[in-house]
C-alpha cells in the first residue's frame, strides 16, 4: 500500500504559464490525460496533474502545474513557482500579444526561480495556421536570445504536446543525473 504514492525515483515540478487563452490548461490535459476540452473553463481547480515517464530505466514522475485562470489578474503566486525546476512558457501563434508578452512571463519566472529551470518557449494553436501572426523565426530567434528551448504545438490535434514536455523533463534528468 505504501508503495502507491512517491515510488518514483525523481519527482520534477513543471509549471506552465504564459497569457490567459493561449492554451495551458489544454497542454496540460493533453499531457496527463490525452483530453481536449473546447469551452474554456476558467478554473479547473485542480492545482496540477501528474504524469509518469520511464527514463532510462527510472521512473520520473512529472507534476505539472496549472495556474487555473490566476493568469487574468497578473496574480500568479509565489507558491505557484516554488521548487519549480522545469517551466513551459506558452503563447498562442495567432496572437501576437501573447508573444509580446512573453519577457514579461521570464522576468516573472526569474524572480521567483533558480534561473537553472530548464525553459521552453512554446507556440500552441499550430492547427491554426491561416490565421499565425507570430511566425516561427521570429519565435526562434527570441529563443536563442533567452536561452530557452522552442517548439510549436496543438493543444487540438495534439501534434508536439509530448515532446515539448519530454524535452523540458529529459534536460532537467540530464542535470540532476
Ligand atoms: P488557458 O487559459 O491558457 O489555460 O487556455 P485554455 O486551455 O483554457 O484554452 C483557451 C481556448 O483555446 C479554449 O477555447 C481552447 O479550446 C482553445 N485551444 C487551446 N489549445 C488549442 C489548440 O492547440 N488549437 C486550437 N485551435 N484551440 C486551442
Ligand atoms: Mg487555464
Do not use: P
Request: include cysteine; charged fraction near 30%.
Amino acid at each position: 500500500m505504501e508503495e502507491e504514492e512517491g515510488g518514483e525515483d525523481y519527482l520534477f515540478k513543471i509549471v506552465v504559464i504564459g497569457d490567459s487563452a493561449v492554451g495551458k490548461s489544454n497542454l496540460l490535459s493533453r499531457f496527463a490525460r490525452d483530453e481536449f476540452d473546447h469551452n474554456s473553463k476558467a478554473t479547473i481547480g485542480v492545482e496540477f496533474q501528474t504524469q509518469v515517464l520511464e527514463l532510462d530505466g527510472k521512473e520520473v514522475k512529472a507534476q505539472v502545474w496549472d495556474t487555473a485562470g490566476q493568469e487574468r489578474f497578473r496574480a500568479v503566486t509565489s507558491a505557484y513557482y516554488r521548487g519549480a525546476v522545469g517551466a513551459l512558457v506558452v503563447y498562442d501563434i495567432t496572437r501576437i500579444t501573447t508573444f509580446e508578452s512573453i519577457k514579461r512571463w521570464l522576468d516573472e519566472l526569474n524572480t521567483h526561480c533558480d534561473t537553472a529551470v530548464a525553459k521552453m518557449l512554446v507556440g500552441n494553436k499550430s492547427d491554426l495556421e491561416h490565421i499565425r501572426q507570430v511566425s516561427v523565426e521570429e519565435a526562434k530567434t527570441l529563443a536563442e536570445e533567452e536561452g530557452l528551448f522552442f517548439i510549436e504545438t496543438s493543444a487540438l490535434d495534439s501534434t508536439n504536446v509530448n515532446k515539448s514536455f519530454e524535452i523540458v523533463i529529459r534536460e532537467i534528468y540530464n542535470k540532476v543525473s
